[in-house]
């Protein structure tokens, strides 16, 4: 593939440039250096948002931070980091919110612009959202888009129960910023996992294209085809069918019985 993976002196360079951004005290600064560190450890972007969610509920003073993943649709956002500051919360990863035709998707998916809520439990007329600002005791909501290459793929959500609490511009500017972080690790391990996958399908055609070379045994063949493709593809079951006379048999199987078509 022609696109390279982002090398951490650009993690480096994005702090310089938040310090340059924001008057940020000692504790802050010390929050941002660790956030940076998580973020460029690892490709796997899932685990490293749910290991850095809690440290952005630091940073904003929050009760709750998630961020969520749009789909290919553009219709549902599902959540796939989610952290409270509250021990007994549940967790709302996995869950899945629709996006409606409303004002809050144009601003957030075509407009891009972070989005300031006030009295969130009146806020949200019904749905998922007004569901999750009750249960959590939500007063006010900072919900920031994640870009990529100017297109949205997510938020990131960040979330008060503090009567009165509002977000200031500067928390803003940095929400904005840790967006940023954050959306360039998704689109790193995107296509981290993308460059796996085709390196596991490559392995596997050769490894079928070596023992179709080495054996003359038809079952022998079929079996290790099979083996190659459970490296690529995690199934249940697969089968290998093969004409006998007018009828389609499975010739091999793996978690089928023997059966015709």
């Known amino acids: 593939m022609n696109e390279k993976i982002n090398?951490?002196?650009?993690?480096?360079?994005?702090?310089?440039?938040?310090q340059a951004q924001l008057q940020i005290c000692g504790h802050e600064?010390?929050?941002?250096?660790?956030?940076?560190?998580?973020?460029?450890?690892?490709?796997?972007?899932?685990?490293?948002?749910?290991?850095?969610?809690?440290?952005?509920l630091e940073m904003f003073r929050a009760s709750s931070c998630g961020i969520g993943l749009l789909n290919n649709d553009r219709t549902l956002l599902t959540i796939i980091a989610d952290a409270a500051s509250a021990p007994t919360t549940p967790s709302k990863v996995g869950e899945t919110i629709p996006v409606p035709d409303s004002a809050v998707s144009r601003q957030l998916f075509e407009?891009?612009?972070?989005?300031?809520?006030?009295?969130?439990?009146?806020?949200?007329?019904?749905?998922?959202?007004r569901m999750i600002a009750r249960a959590r005791h939500i007063e006010a909501m900072m919900i920031v888009p994640l870009r990529v290459r100017g297109a949205?793929?997510?938020?990131?959500?960040?979330?008060?129960?503090?009567?009165?609490?509002?977000?200031?511009?500067?928390?803003?500017?940095?929400?904005?910023?840790?967006?940023?972080?954050?959306?360039?690790?998704?689109?790193?391990?995107?296509?981290?996992?993308?460059?796996?996958?085709?390196?596991?399908?490559?392995?596997?055609?050769?490894?079928?294209?070596a023992?179709?070379?080495?054996?003359l045994d038809l079952q022998l063949v079929l079996k290790k085809v099979l083996a190659q493709l459970q490296r690529v593809v995690r199934y249940d079951s697969a089968g290998i069918?093969?004409?006998?006379?007018?009828?389609?048999?499975?010739?091999?199987?793996a978690g089928i019985a023997e059966q015709t078509i």
């Open 7 to 18: 090398e951490p002196k650009e993690s480096d360079e994005e702090l310089r440039r938040m």
């Open 241 to 253: 069918l093969l004409r006998d006379g007018g009828e389609l048999v499975v010739s091999e199987g």
């Open 152 to 209: 949205v793929i997510g938020t990131l959500g960040i979330d008060t129960d503090q009567p009165g609490r509002t977000f200031t511009t500067e928390e803003v500017t940095l929400a904005e910023i840790i967006a940023g972080q954050f959306a360039g690790a998704i689109a790193n391990g995107r296509l981290f996992q993308t460059e796996q996958r085709q390196r596991r399908i490559a392995e596997s055609l050769q490894g079928v294209t």
């Open 29 to 56: 600064l010390a929050a941002l250096n660790k956030l940076t560190q998580i973020i460029a450890a690892s490709f796997d972007f899932e685990l490293m948002l749910n290991v850095a969610s809690p440290l952005v």
């Open 111 to 129: 407009d891009a612009s972070p989005m300031l809520i006030h009295k969130a439990q009146e806020f949200f007329e019904s749905g998922v959202e």
């Open 211 to 215: 023992v179709i070379n080495r054996s």
